[in-house]
């Protein structure tokens, strides 16, 4: 009543002040003046605002003491409401005469404006009994009406009384003075007539006719025609479900009587109700709370709200049952939609699909915060609703998706037909609702998240496949290139190959080149080497010796001419035997030209030539190898050899010469023998003699480290045996080594 | 027959033809004499012991010790010791060798009878004896680098006629560092090739056949 009243109130300042400002527009206006109510609210709107003089006389008929001055008036034609100003507050039966001039208001025509004067008083004029729907209809606006019904509510506000009287389906609000306790003590449930003016209230901007409300000026209005039963509270109790079933004396004016446990309150609205039939619901404008589970009684009017029973303007109190707190009924969809359970705490399984949080401003009905939980059970959705002061963590923190049990008041919705179209949960607490299952993992949101993973690693996967093919693709080019690097690279290697071959080749043919050169070197050099030697050992030896010989040849020549003539003599011998060595040397030198040297054939060849004329036999014998024999060595055994011949065919007379070779890895012996006459070697001729034969054969084998045995007795021939030491097996006899030399 | 003050000489060389000829020059000479003949170093410097001579001729070259060798060991027992020598061999080496082993003098044996008797007198009475073509050939010395030791070794190899490889073998050295050895070789004896450079080895008397 409180909340329609204030809501009526602000309706009637809005109309007010528009009213005054579309007066000061028509101020000029002048015309015929109207001089009765009627005929202001007889104005069409446009000449209504036109500011037409208005000059009346009547009698006040409502004035709140908090209009501010404003106040309806009546004369014979009707009623009419002055927009008054002035501060001053007639009173109801106040006759007063008004000047001012019309207005078009926010709904009927208005004067505004006005001039006051008051003539006197007066009684009320007559009220005009109408019909309640007449009423509600906006026609008597401003008219002083009676109207009859029966009173549901009769509350205090401030210092007038509220009046709920419903008739006909209709509920007028009325405001009176407050008549005595006992009066109002008897009001609720009681048939009366109310007398007062009505009061539109309208949307001002569309003149629409909003509702009415009646301002009954005194409590002389009030008349009360038949008394309400007896306390309800003292009927039998029916039971909540029964309310709206048959019964034969049912009347919508009577009250029942309730009682039952408390299961939900939402405080000055209403309560819920459960006992053994059911669930009721209680619509109540007491505010003092109960908690769910106190047993309470309640006494109100039986109504029908959208198909659904419900106990209205019903007033309540605790009884003295001990608390019992209330079990929440497990019941399957189908008994809803059958409509079963309405207002009755009920206890149902839903998957949440959905939730939302709405702020205090969206919430008609309560502060703070409603979260609305959108439920679906197998064939229908439903929401579960539950007002906190502030936001609920728990309820937020339920994943959608969850299957979830909730416990609440039901509230069904129904269709003209019974049939019911929805319904809805409210939730008393938070407790109420228990998470049965948490989301499948395919919630919407997982759902989202693993297509946004699946997308990814697909997207991963194809950049890979595309990188690994073109991977794929590099480490096919790079093939090819290496296998035509390959290719390449053998090719070079192929002419590489037959390059070296050739190189080879021509290597070899330089190194056969090389080598020639190298044994051409050393035959040079052998050559050189032996004859240098040679010709130090015999030419330039018995040359200095013939110099010498002929240098005392020169000095004796006059004193000693018997001394000089010797030395002469030794001189021509040493030239022949010079002779002889240049001979050999030479010889030797052609025969060292070819390249299979032999001393035993070097022997046997000079020996045969030696002996060629004198029809000595030569025999040579030879023994072991000769590999091991330097140069020098052969070429000084080839001499003495040579000599030893010599000296035989020279001296021996001999028939044969044998000659014996013999060679072993340390020494190599060479031995003439001839069957001659043989000589005695004490009292030979020597080489002061003039005959270098058998010196040559000595000093040679000094030369070479040897040692000599000249054996001979006359008669039985001559033996040279020569014995000479191989001392270096590399062969290094012919080149002695600086320490020997120096 | 005895003379007095007499240069009492000993006469080493293995050819007996040139040492009948020295000997019979020595003893036309009024104040010379042969005290002793060898024929090779040992008995030389056997002989010197024996009859401390005044003056030693020696045959640079002769078996068993050269006439070098014998000089420097001659001379480390008597530094008094006077000696010639007479050789056949003119290389710049020999008779750098000869001198410094404390030969006196050095003659030459293709010039025996103009310098034989004087380099003898000229010896004994305490002088040096340089012929000028052998003063003239010991100045050209010092146009050649020395060879070391280990190069010496290498010309002696190279004179057998070894090739590279062979003297890398003998050497127990690579075949890299005989080439090097012989290149060095080449330079220091002014020479173009390796029988050229033996060729030359002998006559400066580096090496000996």
Redesign the interface.
């Known amino acids: 009543m409180t909340q329609e009243k204030k809501h009526f109130s602000s309706r009637l300042a809005l109309v007010f002040s528009f009213f005054l400002l579309q007066s000061q527009v028509m101020s000029a206006h002048a015309a015929t003046t109207l001089t009765n109510a009627a005929d202001v609210l007889a104005l069409p709107a446009k000449e209504a605002s036109s500011g037409i003089p208005v000059l009346v006389n009547g009698v006040v008929t409502a004035a709140e003491t908090n209009w501010n001055g404003k106040f309806f008036m009546q004369d014979a034609s009707g009623g009419v409401y002055v927009d008054n100003r002035t501060k001053t507050q007639p009173r109801p039966g106040d006759v007063v005469e008004v000047s001012g001039i019309s207005h078009p208001g926010g709904y009927a025509p208005v004067i505004t404006k006005p001039h006051l004067k008051k003539l006197g008083t007066a009684p009320l004029p007559e009220a005009k009994p109408i019909t309640i729907d007449r009423l509600m209809s906006g026609a008597e606006d401003s008219q002083r009406v009676e109207i009859s019904g029966i009173v549901h509510s009769a509350q205090l506000s401030g210092t007038r009384l509220g009046i709920e009287l419903v008739s006909g389906g209709y509920r007028v609000r009325a405001f009176a003075p407050i008549p005595a306790e006992a009066v109002r003590q008897s009001l609720v449930g009681a048939k009366v007539r109310l007398r007062g003016t009505a009061a539109a209230a309208a949307n001002a901007d569309l003149r629409h006719f909003v509702t009415v409300t009646l301002f009954i000026p005194q409590t002389a209005d009030i008349i009360i025609d038949e008394a309400a039963p007896t306390n309800p509270f003292d009927d039998p109790i029916m039971s909540l479900n029964g309310i709206a079933q048959f019964r034969k004396d049912r009347s919508p004016d009577n009250q029942v009587h309730v009682k039952g446990v408390v299961t939900y309150q939402r405080k000055g609205e209403d309560i819920f109700l459960h006992d053994e039939s059911g669930g009721l619901q209680v619509k109540t404008k007491l505010a003092w709370a109960v908690a769910p589970g106190d047993a309470v009684e309640a006494v109100g009017f039986p109504a029908v709200e959208n198909y659904l029973p419900v106990l209205e303007d019903a007033v309540f109190r605790k009884t003295t049952d001990p608390r019992v707190a209330p079990q929440p009924t497990n019941v399957m969809v189908g008994e809803l939609q059958d409509g079963k359970h309405h207002a009755d705490l009920i206890t149902l399984q839903g998957r949440l699909i959905d939730r939302l949080i709405r702020g205090a401003g969206q919430s008609t009905n309560n502060d703070g915060i409603q979260t609305i939980l959108v439920l679906q059970t197998t064939n229908s959705v439903f929401v579960a609703e539950k007002n906190s002061s502030e936001e609920n963590n728990f309820l937020t923190s339920i994943p959608i998706g969850s299957l979830v049990e909730v416990s609440g008041i039901c509230l069904l919705e129904s269709g003209d037909n019974g049939k019911i179209k929805s319904f809805r949960l409210l939730l008393p607490t938070s407790h109420d609702i228990r998470i049965v299952k948490k989301p499948g993992w395919l919630t919407p949101q997982h759902l989202l998240v693993s297509l946004a993973i699946v997308f990814a690693v697909m997207l991963v996967a194809i950049s890979w496949t595309v990188m690994v093919s073109k991977k794929n693709l590099m480490l096919k080019s790079l093939v090819r290139e290496k296998v035509a690097a390959q290719d390449e690279l053998q090719q070079a290697h192929d002419q590489l190959e037959e390059r070296v071959k050739e190189r080879t080749a021509q290597l070899k043919v330089e190194m056969t080149a090389r080598k020639e050169s190298?044994l051409q070197?050393?035959?040079?050099?052998?050559e050189?080497?032996r004859l240098?030697?040679e010709l130090?050992?015999t030419l330039?030896?018995?040359l200095?010796?013939?110099?010498?010989?002929?240098?005392?040849v020169?000095?004796?020549f006059e004193k000693k001419p018997d001394s000089a003539t010797h030395?002469l003599k030794?001189a021509r011998n040493?030239m022949r035997q010079s002779q002889v060595d240049l001979h050999r040397s030479v010889w030797g030198l052609r025969s060292r030209a070819e390249e299979h040297f032999n001393l035993g054939n070097a022997l046997l060849t000079s020996g045969q030539q030696l002996t060629d004329q004198s029809g000595m036999r030569i025999e040579v014998e030879t023994s072991g190898a000769a590999d091991s024999l330097s140069e020098i060595a052969e070429e000084n055994l080839l001499r003495i050899g040579q000599e030893a011949i010599t000296n035989a065919v020279k001296h021996s007379g001999a028939q044969t010469v044998k000659i014996q070779l013999e060679l072993n890895p340390k020494r190599v012996t060479l031995q003439i023998k001839d069957d001659g006459k043989g000589f005695v070697p004490e009292t030979c001729a020597g080489?002061?003699d003039g005959h270098?034969g058998l010196?040559g054969i000595?000093?040679r084998t000094?030369?070479l480290?040897g040692q000599v045995w000249i054996a001979s007795q006359p008669g039985t021939g001559t033996s040279i045996r020569v014995e000479i030491p191989i001392h270096l097996p590399n062969g290094?006899q012919?080149?002695?080594?600086?320490?020997?030399?120096? | 027959m005895k003379k007095d003050f007499n240069i009492r000489i000993l006469v080493a060389d293995d050819h007996y033809v040139v040492r009948m000829g020295v000997i019979a020059i020595i003893n036309n000479e009024p104040d010379m004499e042969v005290v002793a003949e060898a024929t090779n170093g040992v008995q030389a410097i056997e002989l010197f012991h024996r009859h401390k001579p005044d003056l030693v001729l020696l045959d640079s070259r002769m078996p068993l010790k050269g006439g070098v060798q014998a000089a420097k060991e001659i001379r480390r027992q008597s530094d008094s010791a006077r000696i010639l020598m007479l050789t056949a061999f003119d290389g710049d080496e020999d008779i750098h060798k000869a001198l410094d082993a404390g030969a006196q003098g050095y003659v030459l044996k293709s010039s025996t009878g103009e310098q034989l008797v004087p380099a003898l007198r000229a010896v004994a009475a305490g002088e040096n004896w340089i012929p000028k073509e052998v003063a003239a050939r010991l100045a050209k010395r010092k146009e050649f680098e020395p060879l070391t030791p280990r190069e010496l070794e290498v010309l002696h190899e190279l004179a057998k006629g070894l090739a590279n490889k062979q003297i890398a073998d003998v050497m127990n050295i690579s075949q890299h560092t005989a080439k090097g050895y012989l290149k060095t070789i080449l330079t220091k004896l002014h020479v173009a090739d390796r029988t050229e450079a033996v060729t030359v080895a002998i006559q400066r008397g580096l090496i000996h056949i």
């Open positions: 190298e070197f050393r035959a040079v050099l052998t050189r080497t240098a030697q130090h050992d330039e030896q018995t200095t010796g013939i110099a010498l010989q002929l240098d005392l020169a000095n004796q030395h030794l040493l080489p002061k270098f010196l000595r000093e000094e030369r480290g290094d012919s080149l002695p080594s600086p320490a020997e030399v120096s």
